[in-house]
């Protein structure tokens, strides 16, 4: 069978897969409202799931002040589009460069043919002081860097196909839970601040950074920022170290081993249409990267 042949075969089975899950999409509806109640029971089975549903990292802004970005994780990302239905998604390495990856992710609502692509870019080249050396990654790297890559992509792309209003709402419904039961307050955020702690965090910087004396002082909102940042750490977004520098983010030499640890910041994304919160990943409009 000829090249030719085996590729035109291939393009007719493609189009007559998406021909019958849309003609699917359109036969049976979703409905929104179910969809989200869904996203809500599935984000809210237990407190752990809950708490790996959204994320906050410690930051400084331009005038040195303590802020919190927060935003939806790639677990609620999964969540949504396993309940939002007729969802056709796709990710794929687009080039493999002496320094980067350049990745790609298609987000496909079927019924309302709604469709996003979302590129992102890593860095695979590590070591280099002041524009000397370096080296690039090995090929196991590569393939690391790369699925983490795609995942991001993927993420913006799920979230910029389902609308954030109901995002929101599954969101905020996770965060409430994740809270946990009717235990006194403090208690909750001796119990978070003791597993941080474990985690490689300071007690006396999160006291700090928080502005508390004593752990009696923490709020519900507080307790939740806690929790953020743990799954902040846990999904590797930010190293222990650095939760809570109190100088403004500088730029590190990092080894392969460390930049993974970092990648999910966004440091390191392309010049696409739209706008790409460097840390959080989260498009936000159609312009150049600010970075």
């Given at each position: 069978?000829?090249?030719?042949l085996?590729?035109?075969?291939?393009?007719?089975?493609?189009?007559?897969?998406?021909?019958t899950?849309?003609?699917?999409?359109?036969a049976?509806?979703?409905d929104e409202?179910?969809s989200v109640?869904?996203?809500?029971?599935?984000?809210?089975?237990?407190?752990?799931?809950?708490?790996?549903c959204?994320?906050?990292?410690?930051?400084?802004d331009?005038?040195?002040?303590?802020?919190?970005?927060e935003?939806?994780?790639?677990?609620?990302?999964?969540?949504v589009?396993?309940?939002w239905?007729?969802?056709h998604?796709q990710?794929?390495v687009?080039?493999?460069a002496e320094?980067?990856?350049?990745?790609?992710?298609?987000a496909?609502?079927?019924q309302?043919?709604?469709?996003h692509?979302?590129?992102?870019?890593?860095?695979i080249?590590?070591g280099?002081?002041?524009?000397?050396?370096g080296?690039?990654a090995n090929?196991d790297m590569?393939?690391?860097l790369?699925?983490?890559?795609q995942?991001?992509?993927?993420?913006?792309?799920?979230f910029?196909?389902?609308?954030k209003?109901l995002?929101?709402?599954?969101?905020?419904?996770?965060?409430?839970f994740?809270l946990?039961?009717a235990?006194?307050?403090v208690?909750?955020?001796?119990a978070?601040?003791?597993?941080?702690?474990?985690?490689?965090?300071i007690k006396?910087?999160?006291?700090?950074?928080?502005?508390?004396?004593?752990l009696e002082d923490?709020?519900?909102?507080?307790?939740?920022?806690?929790?953020?940042?743990?799954?902040?750490?846990?999904?590797k977004?930010?190293?222990?170290?650095?939760?809570?520098?109190?100088?403004?983010?500088?730029?590190?030499e990092?080894?392969?081993?460390?930049?993974?640890?970092e990648?999910?910041a966004?440091?390191?994304s392309p010049?696409?249409?739209?706008t790409?919160?460097?840390?959080?990943?989260?498009?936000?409009?159609?312009?150049?990267?600010?970075?």
């Amino acid at each position: 069978m000829s090249e030719e042949l085996v590729v035109k075969d291939n393009s007719i089975i493609i189009k007559a897969e998406l021909d019958t899950q849309i003609t699917t999409a359109n036969a049976y509806p979703r409905d929104e409202m179910v969809s989200v109640k869904k996203a809500i029971d599935m984000a809210c089975i237990d407190e752990e799931t809950a708490a790996e549903c959204f994320y906050a990292l410690p930051r400084k802004d331009k005038d040195k002040n303590n802020i919190l970005i927060e935003g939806e994780s790639i677990r609620l990302a999964e969540i949504v589009r396993c309940t939002w239905k007729h969802m056709h998604t796709q990710t794929r390495v687009v080039e493999v460069a002496e320094r980067y990856i350049v990745t790609e992710a298609v987000a496909w609502d079927l019924q309302n043919n709604n469709k996003h692509i979302a590129s992102d870019r890593i860095s695979i080249w590590f070591g280099e002081k002041n524009g000397k050396g370096g080296y690039r990654a090995n090929n196991d790297m590569q393939i690391v860097l790369a699925k983490a890559s795609q995942a991001k992509a993927l993420r913006n792309a799920i979230f910029q196909v389902i609308p954030k209003g109901l995002v929101k709402v599954v969101a905020k419904a996770a965060r409430k839970f994740s809270l946990g039961d009717a235990k006194p307050l403090v208690v909750k955020v001796t119990a978070a601040v003791n597993k941080l702690v474990k985690m490689g965090l300071i007690k006396e910087e999160m006291m700090t950074y928080f502005g508390h004396e004593k752990l009696e002082d923490f709020t519900e909102e507080d307790y939740a920022s806690l929790i953020g940042i743990g799954t902040a750490l846990k999904e590797k977004m930010i190293k222990p170290e650095d939760v809570f520098k109190t100088e403004e983010n500088q730029p590190i030499e990092m080894s392969a081993n460390e930049k993974i640890n970092e990648l999910l910041a966004g440091k390191d994304s392309p010049q696409v249409t739209e706008t790409i919160d460097g840390v959080t990943g989260e498009v936000t409009e159609d312009k150049d990267l600010p970075y």
